[in-house]
């Protein structure tokens, strides 16, 4: 199969744009419109794009990402988040916050829910982009 160079040409420029507006989603998305499974399924968009204009296999060796792994990170995070509570004698999934100060940055708020969202994000990404990834393998498959 023969991808167009214009397709080629928008996917390489698009990628970078879409996964900044996936973690833009991330980011916003506990207060606001957004959060990981928003911002996953927009990552993985990424991925869809790449697809269409390269094939799967050659996105595959250009990525080198194992997505079965990264979906059980993603939910060691998201579970992870979730235990903090009870590991300081609250419920399960209770909200936490640290405020640490870095050098050069400033103070920063870090929450269990930013966390969980995380985990949410990297299992929507690596879940979908992997479905992805199988249906158009098989689909070059069966073009050969």
Known sequence: MTQSLFLRFLARMMMPVLILFSLFLL????????????????????IVLMTLA?????VRQRLRIDFLRAMFYGLAIA??????GLVRGVAFQDAFWWAPFI?????????????FDIGVYIVVFSVTSSIVMNMAEEGEREDH
């Open 54 to 58: 390269y094939g799967a296999d050659e």
């Open 103 to 115: 050098q050069g940055i400033g103070r920063i708020e870090i929450s269990t829910p930013l966390l």
């Open 79 to 84: 579970l992870g988040a979730g235990v903090i």
């Open 27 to 46: 980011l916003r998305g506990h207060n606001e419109p957004g959060g990981g499974f928003v911002g996953g399924l927009v990552g993985a968009g990424s």
